[in-house]
């Protein structure tokens, strides 16, 4: 079982800035990532980092949003920046063990006000 610990979110205007954290309690992990659920919308996957430190970022996120990963800490980190409303949306941390068994995030809001 890994608990995971999400920290950060928001209100912020277009054009803004926000970071969000998450803190897993198991060290060894496969991957770390940050999906996200608009209103009406399927969970969608917004970037993800494994652990040689190859990234994957979705589209319409690419060069805005930065990803990276604390191993010591256990922590990976989301760096969001040039926010539009259409990212407004809850975001969640998810983790992938080396047996391949998921583990989600309870979530954490972030509006984007145009």
């Known amino acids: 079982q890994v608990q995971l610990e999400e920290s950060g979110g928001g209100l912020v205007q277009a054009g803004g800035s926000l970071r969000l954290s998450c803190r897993a309690s198991r060290t060894v992990l496969r991957t770390m990532a940050w999906y996200r659920q608009a209103p009406g919308q399927q969970r969608e996957l917004v970037a993800r980092i494994s652990r040689d430190g190859s990234r994957n970022y979705a589209d319409s996120v690419k060069g805005r949003f930065f990803i990276s990963r604390d191993s010591a800490e256990n922590t990976v980190s989301l760096q969001m920046a040039s926010l539009k409303p259409e990212d407004t949306g809850v975001y969640y941390c998810?983790?992938?063990?080396?047996?391949?068994?998921?583990?989600w995030g309870q979530g954490t809001q972030v509006t984007v006000s145009s």
């Open positions: 998810n983790v992938q063990t080396l047996s391949w068994t998921q583990y």
